[in-house]
């Protein structure tokens, strides 16, 4: 497996509870990510396959809006087409409830074209999937 790294200042997000909502191709490894990295992280998921994946992979697995109401900051990373409806129906409320959170999104979709308009006390950031291109 590839050395998995963050190329960032990850110090703001030292203390806090980091909640990934799914644990697909980018919550999976987001998640190892930001855990290799020495931070708090627990997966918000259904319960399916991934959940059971999430487990054997040593995190601690909520349904998504539990995980949300433990955490400080939430990666909302289900496809594009499905993440309003976890955004409205699990996430949106417990997210209103809290002071400052901080809600990432892998694309911008959502966000663009009006599909999710974040709670006004969520600081909104994007880490999106990138590639390291050859010499060819």
Known sequence: MAEL?????????RG??????????QGSVQAKILRENGLEVIVGNRRD?????????????YEIREAVRRADAALL????EVAPDI?????????????FFILDFAS???????LIK???N???????????????
């Open 5 to 13: 790294f963050f190329d960032g200042d990850l110090s703001i997000l």
């Open 16 to 25: 806090l509870t980091i909640a990934v909502a799914g644990y697909g191709n």
């Open 49 to 61: 396959e991934y959940w059971r994946r999430a487990e054997k992979d040593g995190f601690k697995v």
């Open 77 to 80: 990373l289900v496809p594009d």
């Open 87 to 99: 955004y409205y129906s699990e996430m949106d409320e417990e997210i209103r409830r809290k002071g």
């Open 108 to 114: 911008g979709y959502n966000i663009a074209y009006g």
């Open 118 to 120: 974040p709670a006004p």
């Open 122 to 136: 969520a600081d909104v950031i994007m880490v999106a999937p990138g590639c390291l291109l050859g010499d060819s």
